[in-house]
């Protein structure tokens, strides 16, 4: 049973539990109304982080003590993604890219050379809309499945690891992962590579968190990509880290069977 179901069944017990102290009060007013309010706080916090598991089953930090991470990269493939496939290859690290699908149909000659690479590709939904979690579970279903389809003609296999757009879970969410039977893949590590400039103290306050089995979120089209992925590849380096894909740092599947 999901987090989300556990709470409703608890919050459900305990308005009963006020209901049959107290039928009609001032007191029974306030306490509902403080219980709603802790309800909705819970819900808010965990539409916006995985890592709580309020609505999916997600994957974000592998209880691991070996020295393995994940690098993942979301919103490709694009123009930049080639110079960053070219970091990976100069440093040995192994990726996963979570790709839009209308950027895969975009740029199908980088989705391959990424899979040729030997990293692995996610889905991230087909357009990335904004609204895309006020969709209903059937139309993310399509949007999520269309993408899979465009990734497996290009590169021969479809994915089954989705990363949901802007990281934001809801029941809709759930239900369209569960009808595709893909695996949720959150991050542990969040960059902020999209609203931050990079510099050395960023670098150095993003590779101060990183320990065994830890998630990182890039993004490859931002100006500085190169910059801060070199940065935390010479960190890995220097510390003995491995960078793998998440399928190898969780022991889960990547691809549907052909
Ligand atoms: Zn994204």
Redo the contacts with the bound molecule.
Sequence with gaps: MLKYHRLIIAFSLVFLALLAISPASEFIIWAVGLLIFIFISIIAIGAASMRYQIFVSAYTQAGIADKRIALTF??GPGEKTTAVLALLQKYGAKATF?C?GKNAEKYPLVLKQIHEQGHIIGN?SYA?QHIFNLFGSQRMAREIDKTGTIIEKLIGAKPLLF?P???VTNPPTARAVRRLGLQVVGWSIRTYDTVRSVNETLIRKITAKIRPGSVILL?EHMESSEVLLEGILKFVAENDYACVGVDELFKIKAYAQA
Aim: aromatic share 10%; hydrophobic share 20%; charged share 25%.
């Design positions: 979301d919103d979570f839009i991230h990335h990363r757009p802007h990281g993004h």
